[in-house]
């Protein structure tokens, strides 16, 4: 059989991860020789996206960022890292993970600022959830970074600011943006803007 190379290795572990096969996982994990960011992330999506084993995905990142010479923590680990911890509502370990994303130049994109923004308002953090918003570029602004800023507006009761964010670059806007606005209007007591809008969505092709 031929050797096994960093690619090889990486194939086998994520078939075992999609097949939930934890315990070979972790086993091969643990025995590859070679290992890259693709390796680590493989095991760390897996533990961030289930129960019960938020410590393991938090230790296997600080892992990832002292094994420099294998392997990196990119975007997509720090953004999943993002939607771990606004489940588990820290907003303590937020903001380090913020601070440590700014450092290493992994914040700028829409991809990030959704993130951000979202892992903010669910740690109950919505003034930190503005200013990440507030403080992109234009260019980083995408559907998934304003729709999450104005999910976040919704959920803290703030409609006029979120009605502002909606009809700003209005291009941007598609189905869900149309829909998270009409509900956030009806439980906050809108409940004649909110069918106002849903008229509006209907006129503008969204349904």
Known sequence: MPDRNVFTWNAIISAHVKSNNLDHSELLFNTAPYKD????NSLFFWYANSAGYETKAINLLKQMHFVR???CVDEFSFTR???????????????????????T???????????LVDMYSKSGCFDEAYNVFNGC?????DVVS????????CREG??????????????????????TMIAGYAPNGYDKNAIKLARGMERNGFR
Not at 105 to 115: K, L, R, T
Not at 137 to 141: A, E, K, L, N, Q
Not at 164 to 179: A, G, K, P, R
């Open 105 to 115: 130049g992994n914040d700028i994109s829409g991809f990030a600022v959704s993130a």
């Open 146 to 153: 304003k729709n999450a800023v104005v999910a976040a507006c």
């Open 37 to 40: 960011s693709v390796t680590y």
């Open 158 to 179: 703030k409609v006029d600011m979120a009605m502002e964010i909606f009809s700003n670059q209005t291009e941007l806007n598609d189905v869900v943006s149309w829909n």
């Open 69 to 71: 010479h294998e392997a």
């Open 81 to 103: 890292m993002c939607n771990l911890t606004a489940k588990l509502g820290n907003s303590w370990y937020g903001k380090q993970l913020h601070s440590f994303m700014v450092k």
């Open 137 to 141: 570029s234009y260019g980083s602004v």
